[in-house]
């Protein structure tokens, strides 16, 4: 008969977010997650298999505090530019559950849309909101996030790595400026299309 877990798996995940978000990702061992839960790393593997089965449970649990954040902005006009800011927000307070999220190393994404099915599903909800607010179709409202998504994602990352720090005003601007850079972009045709290869630019079509 198996051991009785000592700590169930909310339990076990809950301390490693904690410590992931005060000391970052390289304090991240069953060691230091057995500390945080004031035993040894023994437990943690009655109820996980290893680290990456851990890191599973880990992914969601940070993903949700991120997605929990970021959907505050549904109740703001405009809404897709709030998405934003909440990024760059999360970026700021919780800079060590930013860079676990979105600059930890990725050796499966080759274009966007790898990258794509690991933002979450607010990302799901921006192009949505996109798709009502300014009436674009599937393709220009996917290609509308990808450009600003880019953009945002340097700020935020500026801003995690404690480089640079942003007035709520100079990131309203500077997030207004890079939308309407890509509208300009959509509305003309001459914009990057996610395909299965890296991203090139279409020229404008000629009628």
């Given amino acids: 008969m198996p051991p009785k877990p000592k700590f169930t798996r909310e339990e076990i995940i809950e301390a490693a977010v904690s410590l992931l978000d005060r000391e970052g990702v390289y304090a991240l061992t069953t060691r230091n997650i057995g500390k945080e839960l004031g035993s040894s790393a023994r437990p943690i593997f009655t109820v996980f298999k290893n680290m990456e089965d851990l890191n599973g449970d880990l992914r969601q649990a940070v993903m949700k505090k991120y997605n929990d954040c970021v959907i505050k902005a549904q109740g703001y006009t405009p809404a897709f ?5 909440q990024m760059v927000l999360f970026a700021t307070e919780k800079p060590n559950l930013y860079r676990y999220l979105f600059m930890s190393e990725n050796k499966k994404a080759h274009t966007f849309n790898d990258v794509f099915e690991t933002l979450g599903e607010t990302a799901g909800y921006c192009i949505d909101v996109v798709k009502r607010d300014y009436e674009l179709t599937d393709e220009k409202a996917r290609v509308l996030f990808e450009n600003v998504w880019i953009y945002t994602f340097g700020i935020a990352t500026l801003c995690a790595t404690g480089a640079c720090r942003f007035s709520e005003e100079e990131l309203s601007n500077m997030l207004g400026s890079s939308f309407k850079a890509a509208m300009m972009l959509v509305k003309s045709n001459a914009f990057y ?15």
């Fill in 81 to 85: 530019k709030k998405y934003g800011m």
């Fill in 193 to 207: 299309v996610p395909t299965p290869f890296p991203l090139v630019m279409r020229a404008a079509e000629k009628k």
